[in-house]
T-cell receptor, first 115, second 109 residues
Framework: EPEVTQTPSHQVTQMGQEVILRCVPI?????FYWYRQILGQKVEFLVS????????KSEIFDDQFSVERPDGSNFTLKIRSTKLEDSAMYFC?????????????FGSGTRLTVV | QKEVEQDPGPLSVPEGAIVSLNCTYS??????FMWYRQYSRKGPELLMY????GNKEDGRFTAQVDKSSKYISLFIRDSQPSDSATYLC?????????FGTGTKLQVIP
């Protein structure tokens, strides 16, 4: 079964450093997303991406964050100048045109720890 | 008022029991209603979705949506230890999906 792949599974970084979280969505999917889950809290929407541009973003997704699809297979989330409160699980997801409203496939996540 | 409210549990039931999981919501614009299952340190996995009000059955799982009451439910029949996980309700009006906090379920053999 096709899956969304995320790397690394765990990233530890010093406060103030930049991190790039990587995702390989399912190959025929057109819609890409990043969500995050702070420990013990709910899964929160960060951003959706379609046709090489951001289609929607949340208030969490401020200038500290950026997304990119640098080639035909990867989808990245960059966090500049990380803060302690950025520590969370970050999930990438993708969907096709028929399931974009409900049928995400999530990756297993990257656990980001900011120290 | 939170957009989506879900009792975090934990909910502990004996194997074979019928499990009822519920969420309420406040945003009338939500049209798609979903249930995801999340195992520890894994991403959410879509179990079922329903468009607008109504019931949907898939094996041991039944999803119900009552838009007039802004209330959704997931029923699990003949629960198994392998059903032990956190169950997330979720809903959307467009591409963005809003999740509940999740209910942790433990099915005891």
């Amino acid at each position: 079964e096709p899956e969304v792949t995320q790397t690394p599974s765990h990233q530890v970084t010093q406060m103030g450093q930049e991190v790039i979280l990587r995702c390989v969505p399912i190959s025929n999917h057109l819609y890409f997303y990043w969500y995050r889950q702070i420990l013990g809290q709910k899964v929160e929407f960060l951003v959706s991406f379609y046709n090489n541009e951001i289609s929607e973003k949340s208030e969490i997704f401020d200038d500290q964050f950026s997304v990119e699809r640098p080639d035909g297979s990867n989808f990245t989330l960059k966090i500049r100048s990380t803060k302690l409160e950025d520590s969370a699980m970050y999930f990438c997801a993708s969907s096709d045109s028929f399931t974009a409203n409900y049928g995400y496939t999530f990756g297993s996540g990257t656990r980001l720890t900011v120290v | 008022q939170k957009e989506v409210e879900q009792d975090p549990g934990p909910l502990s039931v004996p194997e074979g029991a019928i499990v009822s999981l519920n969420c309420t919501y406040s945003n009338s614009a939500f049209q798609y209603f979903m249930w995801y299952r999340q195992y520890s340190r894994k991403g959410p996995e879509l179990l079922m979705y329903t468009y607008s009000s109504g019931n949907k059955e898939d094996g041991r799982f039944t999803a119900q949506v009552d838009k007039s009451s802004k209330y959704i439910s997931l029923f699990i029949r003949d629960s198994q230890p392998s059903d032990s996980a956190t169950y997330l309700c979720a809903m959307s009006a467009a591409q963005k999906v809003t999740f509940g906090t999740g209910t942790k379920l433990q099915v005891i053999p």
